[in-house]
């Protein structure tokens, strides 16, 4: 038997290896499913899929109404088919015949030739494309849906759709057949070892390897800005960076990262680190590295975070500097969070600490969040509250879950195909390890978060939301602005965070990137990358904003700093950690950002 394609022989599995490699399975097999059921039993699941199907069953309901357009669009998927069939029977003739419909640009799961050249998986690939393409158009038409539900419906019929892709079968990708002709189905067996290994990784949750994690750690080859952690308290340590330039701009930068993720993100590489670019402009730069919260801090609320966080950070970089007034910079939740601890100063009369304010990719009108809000509905915030109640926390995974299904093919399925079908080891990618190294959250703080914001979008309305008992106003905020979006944001959708441009009474400045909510942030000017739009008006209407905006080649960061420099104040000598007010503790990144729940 030969592989004709490739003229040479088939590899046949060695029996002796493969009935060991099954021996081996096997067992690890069993112990997982004996561990899953007990998790079962002892009530770990939770069934989320009710309002799931609620949904559909209220859009079934709706398009059984209009008989007349079901049947019409079946008709025209019926001819689309017809068509796709007569090209196919064409090309098996050896005939040319132009493809009734083609993937995305974007799109990489059909990247293998075969797709293209064999006119059988191009038949397969197209067909799907078709069907694909008449799902998600049929639920988008159903008239009398209320928005929630229309956005649900559509989000989960892409899931769907996603998921049911020929490249994620063996039997239908190419690339996964030739190979496991190739291997004598050695890569199935491996496949199978990686998904059970996943499992046991997850502790019966399938954590889906993304990188090879042994191939980073932090504080080795990846967050290493030298620097010393000089305070901490229960929910965070402070980390002060070394200089790299003999002097230094008088008011200390306060970075606020966002404690859904490790602050990291932005420390991955010295090429890459916004951190390290900071101190390198002369800033004397401070970071918040929140903890990894366990059931012991389950109690802990926003309240908390902001007394914790940003406030008790202000007053230890007055100790360590001896300098009283400030810039700060937030990014995504470490953004919300700065704004309610600002608007809660102006409430409380401390106007004169924080001389700018920097939100990356922020959001404080939660009117349109996004695909996120797909999550967001009485049915699922009570069962979510439920379990995090159980456990004091919100599991880490649960978190990253729901962010890698806003791109499911591109961080799912793509690792479900090497990993599991494929049974390739995932590739070291930094970012993807530091997409893994999920955090928890604190059941009193993320059911607030959640229920205030998400859902009833409290922030922005006077007084709709109390901080340490006292009533807050956005409005209020009168520190210098500088907004910073991105325009392929999936988390935090760019024209949602510009409403904020007609909050603030002070100054504000909004500065567009191209790309996503983190490669539009991470973006160094060395690496001369994505687009940037500026304007000096802020209109009330985005697209208007954007209509008459400039488009800049190239990183944002030198825009910012030739900002913040007007609020900097003069230059006085670096400051080297450790060395004033107060001692340092431990070498940064330090310890809090090493606690990790997956290993």
Not at 277 to 294: A, E, K
Not at 331 to 354: H, N, V
Not at 434 to 451: C, E, G, I, K, V
Request: charged share 20%; with cysteine.
């Amino acid at each position: 038997m030969a592989d004709t394609q490739h003229g040479h022989d088939v590899k046949l599995p060695d029996p002796v290896e493969m009935s060991r490699a099954m021996a081996r399975i096997a067992e690890q097999s069993q112990r997982l499913v004996t561990e899953f059921l007990a998790k079962q039993a002892d009530g770990g699941a939770t069934n989320g899929a009710g309002h799931i199907g609620n949904a559909f069953l209220e859009m079934t309901t709706k398009l059984m109404t209009d008989p007349a357009k079901l049947m019409q669009a079946q008709m025209s998927l019926w001819q689309d088919y017809m068509t796709l069939w007569q090209r196919t029977t064409a090309r098996f003739l050896g005939q040319d015949a132009e493809p009734v419909i083609r993937p995305a640009k974007e799109d990489k799961r059909f990247k293998d030739s075969a797709w293209d050249e064999n006119t059988l998986f191009d038949y397969i690939k197209q067909s799907y494309l078709l069907t694909a393409r008449w799902l998600q158009a049929t639920v988008k038409d159903v008239e009398g849906l209320d928005d929630k539900t229309a956005r649900k419906v559509d989000f989960y019929t892409r899931q769907f759709v996603d998921a049911m892709a020929p490249s994620n079968f063996v039997m239908t990708n190419p690339e996964v057949l030739r190979t496991t002709l190739e291997t004598g189905g050695e890569n199935l067996v491996k496949g199978l070892e990686n998904l059970l290994h996943d499992l046991e990784r997850g502790k019966g949750q399938l954590a889906i390897s993304m990188t090879d994690y042994s191939k980073f750690e932090v504080g080795r080859n990846i967050a290493v800005t030298p620097g010393k952690v000089v305070y901490q308290n229960e929910l965070m340590q402070l980390i002060q960076y070394e200089p790299t330039t003999e002097q230094q701009f008088k008011r200390p930068l306060l970075v606020i990262p966002p404690w859904i993720n490790k602050f990291y993100i932005l420390d991955l590489r010295p090429q890459n680190s916004l951190v390290k670019w900071l101190t390198d402009q002369g800033h004397t730069v401070f970071i918040i590295s929140w903890i990894n919260p366990d059931e012991s801090l389950s109690d802990k609320g926003w309240d908390d975070y902001m007394e914790l966080g940003p406030l008790a950070a202000f007053d230890a970089i007055e100790k360590a500097t001896g300098e009283r007034e400030l810039n700060v910079i937030g990014y995504c939740i470490g953004g919300t969070l700065l704004s309610s601890t600002l608007a809660y100063m102006a409430a409380t009369g401390d106007t004169d600490r924080i001389k700018s304010a920097m939100y990356l990719v922020t959001l404080v009108d939660f009117k349109e969040p996004g695909e996120l809000s797909v999550f967001i509905d009485e049915e699922q915030l009570a069962t979510l509250e439920e379990k995090m109640n159980s456990q004091g926390y919100l599991n880490g995974q649960t978190m990253a879950t729901t962010f890698n299904m806003l791109r499911a093919n591109d961080l799912i399925w793509s690792f479900v195909v090497n990993n599991y079908l494929l049974g390739k080891d995932p590739f070291p990618f930094d970012l993807l390890y530091w997409n893994s190294d999920a955090t928890r959250m604190p059941a009193a703080m993320h059911s607030f978060y959640l229920r205030n914001m998400y859902q009833r979008n409290l922030l922005v309305q006077p007084g709709g939301i109390s901080v340490k008992g006292v009533p807050i106003d956005l409005r209020k905020i009168e520190v210098p602005t500088f907004m910073l979006s991105t325009r392929e944001d999936h988390i935090t959708p760019w024209k949602s965070t510009y409403t904020a441009t007609q909050l603030y009474s002070g100054p504000v400045k909004f500065v567009l990137a191209a790309s996503g909510h983190i490669a539009g942030v991470v973006n160094p000017p060395s690496a001369e990358k994505y687009s940037h739009f500026l304007n000096t008006k802020c209109p009330k209407d985005p697209e208007q904003w954007l209509a008459t905006a400039k488009q800049l080649p190239g990183s944002w960061w030198p825009e910012y700093q030739k900002w913040v420099s007007k609020y900097a104040g003069g230059k006085v000598p670096a400051r080297v950690p450790g060395q004033g007010g107060l001692p340092a503790l431990e070498a940064a990144p330090g310890s809090y950002v090493k606690v990790r729940i997956v290993e």
